[in-house]
Nanobody, 127 residues
Framework: QVQLVEFGGGLVRPGGSLSLSCTAS????????MAWFRQTPGKEREFVAA????????YYADSVKGRFTISRDDARNTVALQMDSLKPEDTALYYC????????????????????WGQGTQVTVSS
C-alpha cells in the first residue's frame, strides 16, 4: 500500500506560480510512474503531467506544456509539480497518483493506469 499526501495548494493571482508536492509513505515510489491529475466540479478527472517509471520521460497535457514541470526525488520519496504562468482555467483540485506497478508505464494519461491516489489539494487562480 502507498499513502499519498499532497501539499502546496492555495490561492494565486493569474501569472503567478505555485509548487505542489506529494509525499508517499508505506512504500517507495522508486521505479513507479507518477502523475498529477486535476478535477473541477461536474467534470471528469483530467490528466496534467506524468513521469515515467525510469524518470527519463515526462508527459504533459497540451494545456500546461511549457508552464508546468513534474519532477521526483526518490531519496525523499516525493514528486513535485512546479506550476508557472498560472491561468484562471488552472483552478482545480489537484491529485497526486502512483502507478503501483514497477518497471512499467502503461497509458499514463489515463486515470485507470494508477493504483494509488492522494486526497487532493486545491489550487485557485484568481485576481
Amino acid at each position: 500500500q502507498v499513502q499519498l499526501v499532497e501539499f502546496g495548494g492555495g490561492l494565486v493571482r493569474p501569472g503567478g506560480s505555485l509548487s505542489l508536492s506529494c509525499t508517499a509513505s508505506g512504500r517507495t515510489l522508486k521505479n513507479q510512474a507518477m502523475a498529477w491529475f486535476r478535477q473541477t466540479p461536474g467534470k471528469e478527472r483530467e490528466f496534467v503531467a506524468a513521469l515515467g517509471w525510469s524518470g527519463s520521460n515526462t508527459y504533459y497535457a497540451d494545456s500546461v506544456k511549457g508552464r508546468f514541470t513534474i519532477s521526483r526525488d526518490d531519496a525523499r520519496n516525493t514528486v513535485a509539480l512546479q506550476m508557472d504562468s498560472l491561468k484562471p482555467e488552472d483552478t482545480a483540485l489537484y491529485y497526486c497518483t502512483a502507478r503501483g506497478l514497477i518497471f512499467t508505464d502503461g497509458q499514463l494519461t489515463s486515470p485507470s493506469a494508477y493504483a494509488y491516489w492522494g486526497q487532493g489539494t486545491q489550487v485557485t487562480v484568481s485576481s
